[in-house]
């Protein structure tokens, strides 16, 4: 099946599942797992965060970077589709207490004066704004590094907290060629994701400075986060880091050779620039029906996801998706119009 709903469903490679499978481990809650030392103390390197924490989920990791910098009763700045804000069951105002103001456009962008415009009055009416929340890549766009510095300065002048949400902060550090550290610096806290276009099975990491480092540790258990004998997982997290970044650039290759191909099919219109692993598509100036175009490329092997309501659909490519596989999809969509 050539699966194009999401990079989180790449399978592990051979070579990951030997790591896993020899990993030497140890009780994880004693701070006694040698392969999640080892991967911890790698993601510290180049991330050039003081403290790495290994954690099940971009999620998980979300949320205790929204716990570690907030107090309950704060307001934090979240994009309107974030995944923060979205797609993590409203965890934010759960677990931490905080209300949620949104911000940004859909390409990620924030801009000083739109976040100078949302700081609530200094008034016994309003919640302090303490953190503000990025996403880099923000639904396959990469939000310009000039853009993260100019809200850095803002931000460390109102004293306003900075989290990224860098599940993919690899794919944009690959197509820019700005090193992670570069972005990492601009933030209290960075999460990246094991899980998606790296292609590990399970896992996230929290990358934080020194003085938060405590709390989140901390809450890691209260979330219930805290794991033992987790080097098996944590063994495939050190391999996608060591061996699967660079390969993300042939996802992006992918993702062009898929957006030029879609060019010449005038029931689908592609919004928005292509720039990493993620090809959103609208079909709302044709007559056509969503769930019969999902079924048609079913039955030939492909499997999409369509949000009828939008007419849309995303597509994304990763490492089990190759340059073949992209010309069959293309020759499917072609046949589905004729
Ligand atoms: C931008 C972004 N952040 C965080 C997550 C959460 O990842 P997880 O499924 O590991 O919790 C996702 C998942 O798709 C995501 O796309």
Known sequence: MIDLRSDTVTQPCDEMRKKMATAIVGDDMFGEDPSVNELQEFARKITGKEEVLFVPSASMSNQLAVKALTAPGDAIAVLKHAHVYRYESGAAPLLSGVTMLQVGDKRGIISVEEIGNTIPPDDQHYPP?????????????????????????????KDI????????????????????????????????????????????????????????????????????????IAAAGLYALQNNVQHLSMDHKNAQHLASGLKDLNYLEILGPVETNMVFVSYAQSKISGEALQEHMMSKGVNIVVDEAKKMIRLVTHR???????????????????
């Open 129 to 157: 704004l303490t953190l503000l929340c990025m996403e880099n890549t923000h639904n396959g766009q990469i939000v310009p590094i000039d853009n993260i510095k100019k809200l850095h300065e803002y931000c460390c002048e």
């Open 161 to 232: 907290k900075m989290h990224l949400d860098g599940a993919r902060i690899f794919n944009a550090s690959v197509a820019t060629g700005i090193d992670v550290k570069d972005y990492a610096k601009y933030f209290d806290t960075v999460t990246i994701c094991l899980s998606k276009g790296l292609g590990a099975p399970i896992g996230a990491l929290i990358c934080s400075n020194k003085q938060y480092a405590k709390k989140i540790h901390r809450f890691r258990k209260v979330m219930g986060g805290a794991m033992r004998q987790s080097g098996i």
């Open 320 to 338: 089990d998706i190759t340059m073949q596989h992209i010309d069959h999809v293309l020759e499917q969509l072609h046949c589905f119009a004729s």
